[in-house]
């Protein structure tokens, strides 16, 4: 293993914490859970209710240190082609004005741009054939639909234009479903894709040309670094925006791929989210180890998979609104460390990443969580909070807040034995039932969890949260040695597709039994 002695120091913490209660470690520290949060302005961490104690993460911060995380950010940093298996750099801060980008790629002038261009679709100076547009279509998957259709989500409230619609899959009921309740004269249609080649993209842009009738091209723009593309598909140059191959697909939601959600918000909010994740950028790029938000959690995603062992980890926001930050955040964290071959080609001797999932509190409260309490794997939670409502009923939102601390206490305390006799006793049970229902009504808690909250939800407050999920998954790929910017795990799936979409429509082709099983029977069964 790379950087041996640095993860053979861990083991040593991990034997003395793995047995310590969180009970215990709480009892043992009145200040703990002063030492162990952490702020960036109203962005507050609390990693008291994890595993750890300093030592554990002294040697967590020695374990960043050696693996050459602060090194791996710089080269990022500064434009290194640090996504060696595609020879491109990694950029994404640069779209938020936190880092030069590349000379020649004119990031300034395309914000501007695209940003104009949602004022005018914003304030009718560029219209549909029926008027003002009242509705912008995204056409987008993966990175070119995830981020953009969430942060319109997140940013409900500050939604002030033509209304967003997301249309990602290639299953025709997506767009039936979402265009159904749409004018196609006064709907804008947006179509992303970094290379405009993904199949389900130019499928649903088809569909899109068509549905727009007689509008059709006076109505499309497009995102894309495949300006040809845009061109052939018969998008005038005035509204194609383009990016750069240094953006990642799932890291491109600061650039023009956000534009469905610029017209939106608006400018003005679109750039305070730009700022949120340049604060967070800023913060990243120079704070201490020991104070870096990113560097902490992602070292506490270390020590939760490769010390405790655990495989997965659950996102859960106390806030409706975000209830497609898990799926953004799967695609961030999942696409980027699910690899078991590290830089060097080498296959990799110690887990990488966990799988992430995660719905909003409360409603996973009723539906998962019996697992996260008593169930037999232990998966660590991350919550998010934020202090104020944006909005909705304020008593409401204190009894979210209630049920989410709630959770995080019940997680990591539990309730023994003893107190769940006790309080059936109180009640009067009868000792034969107390006796019978207490195994099953026992929480064993030491479940950890980490708890971000912030002052509000807003664009500002939402970028800086995304970025630091960003910049966490760079530092977890940084100290596994893997290659967080390529998804070769992507390809084989879509290569194997288009011989079974010709056998679907009658082609035969030779392929495994169980393939050509289905295929008959799917041929059997069309109507
Ligand atoms: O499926 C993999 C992927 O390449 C993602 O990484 C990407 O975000 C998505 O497909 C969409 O790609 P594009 O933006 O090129 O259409």
Known sequence: MANENAWAALEPHGERLRTQHLRALFDADPRRFDKFSFRLDDLFIDLSKEKIDAEALNALIALARETGVEARRDAMATGEAINETEGRAVLHMALRGSVPPPDGDDVQGVLDRFLGFAEDVRGGVFSGSGGAFTDV????????????????RALHADIDGPRPHFVSNVDGAHFADTVARLDPRTTLVVICSKTFTTQETMANARLARAWLGTANSSQLAAVSTNLEGCAGFGIPEERVFGFWDWVGGRYSMWSAIGLSLAVAIGRDRFKAMLDGAKAMDQHFLTAPLAENLPILLGLIGIWRRNVLGYGATALIPYDQ?????????????????????????????????????????????????????????????????????????????????????????????????????????????????????????????????????????????????VALFEHRVFVQGAIWGVNSFDQWGVELGKALTGPIHDALSGEDIKTDQSTQGLIGLIRGQHG
């Open 321 to 465: 609104r975000l209830d497609r930050f898990a799926a953004h955040i799967q695609q961030v964290d999942m696409e980027s460390n699910g690899k078991s071959v590290a830089l060097d080609g080498m296959d990799l001797d110690h887990a990488s990443g966990p799988v992430i999932f995660g719905e909003p509190g409360t409603n996973a409260q009723h539906s998962f969580f019996q697992l996260l309490h008593q169930g037999s794997d232990v998966i660590p939670v991350d919550f998010i909070a934020s202090a104020s409502p944006n909005g909705g009923d304020p008593d409401h939102h204190q009894l979210l807040l209630a049920n989410c601390l709630a959770q995080a206490q019940a997680l990591a305390f539990g309730r023994t034995e003893d107190e769940t006799a006790a309080e059936m006793r109180a009640k009067g049970i009868s000792e034969s039932e107390v006796a019978e229902k207490t195994p099953h009504r026992t929480f064993p808690g030491d479940r950890p969890s980490t708890m971000i909250l912030q002052h509000q939800m807003t664009p500002y407050a939402l970028g800086r949260l």
């Open 137 to 152: 279509l995204n056409i987008g998957i993966g990175g070119s639909d995830l981020g953009p259709a969430m942060a319109a």
